[in-house]
């Protein structure tokens, strides 16, 4: 008689990731995650040790974005409340990371185990899915269902939780394998088609409209259409928007591609939308930053069209004057198919309107800038506009730019902009989601490196969002991933300064202030390469002498805090505390 050959819990569950094609883990090593990580190296896996659980998070939410692949972030069940932070980043993002708790007991579960948390009700509201394990025999289902829901229609992040004694029990080789689905390889996510007559109703509103405008969201991207939607706004003649908060979908130096659909970093959008009599919006929601798709924002003159790939999205988009339930890419080939149709025949008028407006635009700030930069109350300070300018200027055209940081972030938004239409390209960037969260500039940074070991990866970051995450540095070390990191160092928290000043009846700020803080000596300490600049002449050699070093670097940059524009419009002295 033959001996069934048997597997631990964590053993399952490593080659049931495998078989999903997870090629990436990131992890803090814990003891309860042990079974899973020895299954990890039986599957030659790459791991990464992470020296935090938040790290670990954002290197698999930051992997995940770039590569459109889920990656695994595992934690023990102390380190799934570090871990949080990073799934609720991912959640703002849609980005399908795979968190797995090895957590406690499930035969004592509620009688107060070792290290005992609802880890799972925790993670609920944060994820797609959230479910234990509860038997060893359903490993794989439950791994392929986490994968199916991550993956297909609304793209998120899923947790699995795996309690200690199913971790490190024995179970069948072949456990769960008598059902199906019994091919557990990845399949294709599931893609939604328009209905016929609908799109036939969009594609006239299309037609009929003399100056439509697209903005592309979220579910651009994890479709894959960047292509499609470059295509359809350069052969539509429709000026092309993407949502703030979002890696960017298109190089900002295409033709179609106009800003970002924020009226204060780019006010022309403003005037794009009010002037609009239809509005595309594909693969986006409605929500505090598109204004819920509310006036002044969108004028009740504009028609809105939500176009998004699942009924989740369909269902928060409630609020559009017509909705359309079709994949992105989908949708946005039927919109170049219409383009290359003899029956279409486009005005260039509109379009050609939103292009002059972009070139005003970008020399008037260009202008105001170098006015303000040179005024005696600057005291000779390095504008972050400038900086953000200079920094792409010692890029290459395949490297990668990273942003992390409150007015870091705007400041360096405006400047892909500026440069992007001055035909600066670049390979990729990354930055916050929709929450804002602090600090992950290093581990997107890595992550960006990870993924393309043979580009140059940049970030820029303020000096309190690299305060907040900074330490994660240390992985680019252990990994020998080298990024050169730029610190905007303004001396405190700046955008909270500002809204401070113009909120406190004093005229001044409060707990925002750091004290001189020289980041280039501790890379150089770690075993990098460190500078620091004063004067804006420096900028330029010094990134690219810590490009050239091979090694992880920091210029650290004194920068004069200048209020941006979002700040700036969105907050005025006693009436408003945030730039909500």
Known sequence: MTETTKMRGGAILARALQEKGVEHVFTLSGGFCNPALEGFMECQMKVINCPHEQIAGHLADGHTRITRKPAVCLVGPEGFSNAVPAMMEAWGERSPVIFVTGSSTLKRQGSGGFKEIDDVAIAKPLTKYSATITDGERINEFVDRAYKIA??????AVHLSLPVDIMFSSFAEDAGRQERPFD???QAPARSWPEPSRLRLVLDKLTAASRPVLIGGH??????????????????????????YHQKLLGEECEAYM????????????????????????????????????????PATAELVCINGSHEEIDLNR???MTLLSDPGAFLEALVDLAKSPDFQGDRSWY??????????????????????????FGGRIHPLQLALDVQQAMGDEDWLVIDGGNTHFWSEIAVNIAGFQGRKLGGILHPGTFSLLGVGVSFAISAKNTHPDRNVVLISGDGAFLSGGLSIEAAFQENRPITVIIDNNGGLDCISQQQERLFESGTHFATDFRDIPFHTMFEGLGGHGELVTRREDIIPAVERAIAS??????????KGVISPIVLATTSKRDKASIE
């Not at 579910?219 to 092309?240: D, F, H, N, Q």
């Not at 972009?358 to 260009?366: G, K, P, Q, T």
Request: hydrophobic share 40%; glycine share 8%; proline share 8%.
């Open 319 to 321: 609020a559009a004057d």
């Open 352 to 377: 050609d309107l939103n292009r002059r407006r972009r070139a005003d635009w970008v020399a008037r700030m260009v202008e105001d800038m170098e006015q303000e930069a040179a005024a005696p109350e």
């Open 219 to 244: 579910g651009v991207w994890w479709s894959g259409a960047k292509a499609s939607l470059e295509e359809a706004g350069r052969l539509l003649g429709i000026p092309v928007f993407n949502i703030p």
């Open 259 to 298: 800003g970002l659909a924020d009226i204060h970093q780019y006010p022309p959008s403003a005037d794009a939308f009010h002037e609009s009599d239809l509005v595309l919006m594909v693969g986006a929601r409605l929500d505090n930053q598109m204004n819920f798709g509310n006036p002044p924002l969108f």
């Open 151 to 156: 993956t297909n229609g609304y793209p998120g």
């Open 184 to 186: 557990l390889t990845p």
């Open 550 to 559: 091979g090694r992880t670097a920091c210029v650290n940059v004194k920068v």
